[in-house]
């Protein structure tokens, strides 16, 4: 059974800092491309930052230069730190692993207060 459990949500005064992790079981980790999606309230779920196999990585436009994604493959873990979060960061984030199909966590919560 495959599972993605993300960690490291809650709640942060603009302009701190967050580490989101997410835990990978159930799957052979280090051919999957992994990323972390976010939907905030009453909008569309967006890619936030994905980090590929070999390690190539992207970013939305709206997090460069706050943001980082980083992957541990011993450890089966991708993470996102997430630096001078504004408020318009809250939302939940999701992980995702992507290969011959997609997997998803359940999310968590970031609320960024102004």
């Known amino acids: 059974q495959v599972q993605l459990v993300e960690s490291g949500g809650g709640l942060v005064q603009a302009g701190g800092s967050l580490r989101l992790s997410c835990a990978a079981s159930g799957i052979i980790f280090v051919p999957y491309g992994m990323g972390w999606y976010r939907q905030a309230p009453g909008k569309q779920r967006e890619l936030v930052a994905s980090i590929s196999s070999a390690g190539t990585i992207t970013y939305a436009e709206s997090v460069k230069g706050r943001a980082t994604i980083s992957r541990v493959n011993a450890d089966n873990t991708v993470y996102l730190q997430l630096n001078s979060l504004i408020p318009e960061d809250t939302a939940v984030y999701y992980c995702?692993?992507?290969?011959?199909?997609?997997?998803w966590g359940k999310g968590t919560l970031v609320t960024v207060s102004s």
């Open positions: 995702t692993a992507a290969q011959d199909r997609d997997y």
